[in-house]
């Protein structure tokens, strides 16, 4: 038999001990898809005294974590511990520059760091990892570089964050409101105590920029990725939405702006309207999915768990298994000094239809007020709602969907209506997702 791959795993929660469990549980097929042994030899994590429910004692425990990259007995380190910076980010410069493979699930760190990382590894000449830090155990990263790497990829969106999926579908099935549904997501384990970082898309824009890295083989571009959450929805938008044949969805979109001398890429995670029988409908509960559009293969849906130990360990071993056979490839699909630097594309050349809620007082000549700005800025409305005055009496609820035209021109009318007093909130203003 080959001689092992020599693993140091930094990390041991969630998904540290899920690798452990499935290197020990699927042992002999690992073995033999890989051509030879997979062998933690080293494992480090804060607490040493903790029980994991994991057998340890194969293991050497190591106390500092940065020594793991230092050890002569190992090939690959295997980083679960999370965090953009710090420990983790230490850990990767220094297991590359000691020229040993890094296998990380840190979708965080790659969104600001990768490409650095991926500098680093192409100039040692090692593989350097990620598939588990999109979309959880969906094998997306694979399923991109490799499976659609003949095409070229026009578009790529997808679920990206299981928490807001699980809370927004939730609010579709009990017509609950977003924090009664946050609560509950938290009971159940699908949110963190602090689940800023998911509710606010920041989140699902680590995994879009790093998908649209790979899709259009572009530098990682996370600054430029625009952000817009979950919080401002309400279960009266979901109704609105539910009545005109469409779910509400938390979608990352990746796309280019060819209508400019040079390409511009569009990266954004906002709440948008799904058509009822597009496939990213009917993804429910804290599943993920992404469709990526390629110019040959056509419309591709990868589809699974965005989380959880097994699926994430299930990501990771493959990559593992990757290195094993002495795959490693360009972490981003393109050699690192190949990628394209597309400037930001203004979201104003968008072309699409969008849904605009209004909340409003209720006095005569307010619609009127509305549908003037839409005029003024040349937006053509294809339909609208109003939904009587609330039990308190004060708040109407005026929600519209536009026809197709450029984005601009929705900026433009809410701009004239600006300080109005006839506004009660701010619009919140949701793309249709194009078809
Ligand atoms: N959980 C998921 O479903 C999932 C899915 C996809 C990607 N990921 C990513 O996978 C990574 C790990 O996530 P997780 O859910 O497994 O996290 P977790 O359960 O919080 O585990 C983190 C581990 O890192 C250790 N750790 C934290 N700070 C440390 C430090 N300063 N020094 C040494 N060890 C330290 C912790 O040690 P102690 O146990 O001793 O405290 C713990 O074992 C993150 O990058 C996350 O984004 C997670």
């Not at 994991?52 to 293991?59: A, F, I, K, Q």
């Not at 410069?93 to 890094?102: C, E, H, P, Q």
């Not at 009917?282 to 599943?287: R, Y």
Request: aromatic fraction near 4%; proline fraction near 5%.
């Amino acid at each position: 038999m080959a001689e092992p791959l020599r693993i140091a795993l930094a990390g041991l929660g969630t998904v540290g001990t899920g690798v452990i469990e499935l290197l020990e549980t699927n042992r002999s097929t690992i073995e033999r898809r890989a051509g030879r042994p997979l062998e933690i030899v080293a494992v480090n994590a804060r607490d040493r005294s903790r029980d994991r429910g994991v057998d340890l004692s194969p293991y050497a425990w190591v106390d500092d974590m940065q020594a793991m990259a230092e050890r002569a007995d190992v090939d690959v380190v295997l980083e679960l511990v999370g965090g953009s910076d710090g420990p983790a980010l230490t850990l990767a410069r220094a297991a590359l520059d000691a020229g040993k493979g890094f296998v990380t699930a840190n979708k965080a760190m790659i969104a600001h760091h990768g490409l650095a990382l991926a500098e680093q590894a192409a100039l040692r000449g090692v593989p350097l990892k990620f598939e588990a830090a999109v979309a959880g155990g969906i094998p997306v990263v694979k399923g991109l570089r490799e499976g659609a790497a003949a095409n070229r990829i026009e578009r790529i969106y997808g679920i990206l964050n299981g928490t807001c999926n699980y809370i927004l579908s939730e609010m579709e099935r009990t017509g609950a409101d977003f924090s009664d549904m946050l609560r509950g997501a938290q009971e159940k384990g699908y949110a963190e105590a602090d689940p800023t970082f998911d509710i606010e898309g920041v989140d699902a824009a680590h995994k879009l920029a790093i998908l649209a890295a790979i899709g259009f083989g572009a530098r990682v571009d996370f600054d430029n990725v625009s952000a817009t959450g979950i919080g401002e929805v309400r279960a009266a938008d979901i109704t609105q939405a539910a009545t005109l044949g469409y779910v509400i969805r938390l979608v990352g979109i990746a796309s280019l702006d060819e209508s400019a001398e040079e390409p511009r890429l569009l990266q954004r995670v906002r709440p948008c309207l799904v058509a009822r029988g597009h496939p990213l409908a009917a993804v429910t509960g804290p599943t993920n999915a992404v469709v990526a559009e390629g110019n040959f293969s056509g419309r591709l849906l990868f589809q699974g768990a965005g989380a959880g130990a097994g699926p994430t360990a299930s990501a990771v071993v493959a990559d593992l298994i990757d290195i094993a056979r002495g795959d490693s490839g360009a972490p981003f699909s393109v050699a690192v000094e190949e990628l394209e630097q597309f400037a930001p594309a203004d979201p104003g050349n968008r072309v699409g239809r969008d849904y605009i809620r209004f909340t409003v007082t209720d006095r005569p000549g307010v619609l009127a007020e509305i549908t003037a700005a839409m005029r003024d800025a040349e937006v053509s409305i294809e339909s609208l709602i109003q939904r009587g005055r609330d039990h308190d009496g004060g708040e109407v609820l005026v929600a519209m969907v536009t026809h197709e035209g450029p984005e601009r021109c929705v900026t433009k009318a809410l701009d004239l209506l600006e300080g109005s007093p006839s506004l009660t909130a701010p619009p919140l203003v949701m793309p249709i997702l194009k078809e």
